[in-house]
């Protein structure tokens, strides 16, 4: 049993290494908790539990979509691809408690009648492939009467990781987003309905089936809930990746990784995430909070910007990553991206038509926005759109030929993947 | 010939997927379908009502007229 007060919840017993089966089953009571359908519906209703990987769904409306779905195969997939260059937090979650995602994933499918459980873990990506295949192994030897857990590694595309994208690898092995007219769409393996859910998600499934809606609820906001996973980069003294309860302010967080008590701005969620001004770093970190200033959870990233960084080239790099990166399925994503980031290379470079390709910027952004499979493009019309409020002093600067200081530096915060080549580009 | 007077609106909708640019719908139903600078369509979001019959026809053209079969017509809330 955990307090319900204490921190961490689903990294509590993290050491370094994975806690095998035994030790898991000591350190959180061994499966209490009634994991029957209407009792743990009734559970995660009342918790509010809403999904980590970045679009927050309320998982009691996807467990009970999924339930009233017909048919005996019905599938349970982790999403544990960590697609964000900047989040660690799967890498970090599944390296200390590889058996609570399990057993989460494992009530989930009891609770929507599924027999299948699948992660989906990144093959470039082993460490964490480990973990997951010793902890399969483990339950099986235990010849524990559940549903079936198999490991899947698609390729570590960032589109990959998207949940349509995910089950079309699992259906054709292809790592491509499908187009879903209607939403709530329900996703389907064959003939039988899946639920893609995170890892985190899973983890705070497994605590709530065994220690219930009220323990959860004690950590956190009204709003929300629980706690979150955070995975801190950019000026930090060293990468961390904590959990911190839902409203904790923003300084605390930053505090507890070392990092810049003082940025400029803070990145919020992901590549396609939010720049967020670094003036309201006493702002409490809590969805509701958060949305108010126009920024966003997302996945849990932050990435800190001192002062003496460039915005604007920062946002060029991370959307010329984002265009190659993809899938190249849309047209408005697949060359609306790289025409995004031409512009804010143009803006960077500060050259004489500077005014002109920031307009272009903004209508492209405008263009752009709603107009592929799936939100792949509006994550960076997002990003771009954060970039030019947060930053528009320097933008101004850039847009009027006079390139801003920290430009000049050359200094860099977050860590932009290397450019593949369109050829290396492997989507099977 | 009687005319049968539907009701509701209805929006033309495109699976991006499968839309490669030909740019038919544009030409079919200059109306309802625009054109960004790489070719791609942009549909407008205000629902036509189905009583417009010329905005109607010129949609069901765009739907007959896709090579790619990426267009169809969705009916929206009744307006």
């Known amino acids: 049993m955990i307090e319900a007060h204490a921190l961490p919840r689903v990294l509590h017993g993290s050491s370094g290494r994975p806690l095998d089966l035994s030790t898991h089953e000591r350190e959180f009571a061994p499966g209490t ?8 519906l009734d559970q995660l209703e009342r918790s509010g539990l809403t999904g980590r990987g970045g679009a927050a769904f309320a998982t009691a409306r996807k467990v009970r979509l999924l339930h009233e779905q017909r048919g005996h195969h019905k599938t349970v997939v982790v999403n544990a691809m960590e697609s964000e260059p900047a989040s660690h937090k799967e890498f970090a979650l599944l390296g200390a408690n590889p058996h609570l995602v399990l057993d989460g994933a494992v009530a989930l499918a009891s609770a929507i009648g599924a027999r299948d459980v699948i992660v989906c873990v990144a093959r470039d990506n082993p460490a964490v492939i480990n973990h997951v295949t010793r902890a399969i192994h483990e339950r099986v030897r235990r010849a524990r009467r559940e549903a079936a857990i198999t490991l899947h590694t698609p390729p570590g595309r960032y589109v990959a990781g998207e949940e349509s994208a995910l089950v079309h690898w699992l259906n054709d092995n292809e790592s491509l987003p499908q187009y879903r007219p209607v939403r709530p769409h329900v996703l389907r393996l064959g003939r039988s309905a899946v639920m893609v859910d995170n890892a985190e998600t899973c ?71 939010t720049w967020l001004e670094g003036t309201h770093v006493a702002a409490r970190y809590d969805r509701a909070t958060m949305t108010s200033l126009g920024a966003d959870i997302g996945a849990g990233v932050i990435v800190v910007l001192p002062h003496g960084g460039c915005g604007v080239s920062e946002t060029q790099r991370v959307v010329k990553w984002m265009a190659n990166e993809s899938a190249r399925q849309c047209g408005p994503c697949a060359f609306g991206l790289p025409a995004l980031a031409d512009d804010l290379a143009h803006l960077v470079r500060a050259t004489s038509d500077g005014a002109t390709a920031l307009e272009r910027l903004r209508a492209r952004c405008d263009v752009i926005e709603g107009r592929g499979a799936c939100h ?53 | 010939m009687a005319v049968r007077r539907r009701s509701g609106s209805f929006v033309l909708r495109v699976d991006p997927v499968l839309c490669d640019g030909f740019g038919h719908c544009h030409e079919l139903a200059p109306d309802l379908v625009a054109m960004d600078e790489w070719g791609y369509p942009i549909i407008t979001t205000t629902p036509t009502p189905y009583a417009d019959a010329q905005e109607l026809e010129s949609a069901r053209y765009a739907v007959r007229g896709c090579p790619r079969q990426a267009l169809h017509i969705e009916r929206v809330g009744e307006a």
């Open chain 1, 33 to 40: 908790g009634d994991r029957t359908h209407p009792a743990l």
């Open chain 1, 203 to 273: 983890a705070n499934v497994g605590l709530i089936s065994r220690f219930g809606a009220e323990w959860f609820r004690s950590l956190g906001t009204e709003s929300s809930p629980g706690t979150t996973l955070v995975s801190l980069t950019g000026a930090v003294e060293r990468p961390t990746v904590l959990e911190a309860a839902f409203g904790t302010s923003l300084r605390t967080i930053l505090s507890s990784a070392r990092a810049d008590p003082d940025p400029q701005a803070l990145l919020l969620g992901g590549f396609g995430g």
């Open chain 1, 376 to 428: 792949h493009p509006d994550g960076v019309v997002r990003l771009v759109r954060t970039a030019l409020r947060v930053f528009k002093h320097d933008v101004a600067a850039h847009a009027s030929g006079r390139a801003c200081e920290g430009s000049q530096t050359g200094a860099r915060y977050v860590a932009v993947p290397h450019l593949e080549r369109e050829s290396d580009l492997v989507w099977q």
